[in-house]
Nanobody, 121 residues
Framework: QVQLVESGGNLVQPGGSLRLSCTAS????????MGWYRQAPGKERELVAI???????RYVHSVTGRFTISRDNAKNTLYLQMNSLKPEDTAVYYC???????????????WGKGTLVTVSS
């Protein structure tokens, strides 16, 4: 069993900052790419940022220059530093990780349950 648990969501004023964390636990042999997605009310889930297994990071255009994705492989933890937050960043943020649970297993995607970020004055 693998679990992804997000934390750090909160209510913040426009222009403020938040740091999201996502920790993977359970039967983990290796973790490949990890990413953050978000889903705003009435909208489809969208990719926010990814950190590939090669260490490459990519961002959706709307957050480039404001958000930074990073990971601590020793702790199986993914972070998302969000600065200069805007009301349109309001959404439930989900963590995703591509994980192999054993030497012989095929890797698959796992998801957390999400953490709510609300940007409002």
């Amino acid at each position: 069993q693998v679990q992804l648990v997000e934390s750090g969501g909160n209510l913040v004023q426009p222009g403020g900052s938040l740091r999201l964390s996502c920790t993977a636990s359970g039967s983990i042999f290796s973790i490949n790419g990890m990413g953050w997605y978000r889903q705003a009310p009435g909208k489809e889930r969208e990719l926010v940022a990814i950190d590939t297994s090669e260490g490459t990071t990519r961002y959706v255009h709307s957050v480039t220059g404001r958000f930074t994705i990073s990971r601590d492989n020793a702790k199986n933890t993914l972070y998302l530093q969000m600065n200069s937050l805007k009301p349109e960043d309001t959404a439930v943020y989900y963590c995703q990780a591509n994980i192999r649970t054993s030497k012989w297993a095929i890797s698959r995607d796992y998801w957390g349950k999400g953490t709510l970020v609300t940007v409002s004055s």
